[in-house]
């Protein structure tokens, strides 16, 4: 009964910025991890961003600074900002929910229990 979908994506130059959402159903935000991955052609997926219930959001270093995730509990939309895109955050960008562990959320993939479909995001430069 879970589901995520994410919206958002497209292309841009270099320098640019996008915002992903994630629309999310099917559960109530309390005790659990949202969070973004992504993954480029032959490329493993990775984490992005994660934002906790409770705790503190960790970014992956290469997006540090960059971007920013956050949670609209009135509307159970997760958002992705990206700024300053560079080619190499040319990826599918999927949407995550791992249940509890509302505290810590390590971007660990296999640890997370619900995906969305992907968005794609193209940086050109």
């Known amino acids: 009964q879970v589901q995520l979908v994410e919206s958002g994506g497209g292309s841009v130059q270099a320098g640019g910025s996008l915002r992903l959402s994630c629309a999310a159903s099917?559960?109530?935000?309390?005790?659990?991890?949202m969070g973004w991955f992504r993954q480029a052609p032959g490329k493993e997926r990775e984490g992005v961003a994660s934002?906790?219930?409770?705790?503190?959001?960790t970014y992956a270093d290469s997006v540090k600074g960059r971007f920013a995730i956050s949670l609209d509990n009135a509307k159970n939309a997760l958002y992705l900002q990206m700024n300053s895109l560079k080619p190499e955050d040319t990826a599918i960008y999927y949407c995550?929910?791992?249940?509890?562990?509302?505290?810590?959320?390590?971007?660990?993939?296999?640890?997370?229990?619900?995906w969305g479909q992907g968005t794609q995001v193209t940086v050109s430069s």
């Open positions: 995550a929910l791992k249940l509890g562990s509302g505290w810590f959320c390590p971007l660990i993939s296999y640890t997370y229990n619900y």
């Open positions: 099917g559960f109530t935000y309390s005790t659990d991890c």
């Open positions: 934002i906790p219930s409770h705790g503190t959001t």
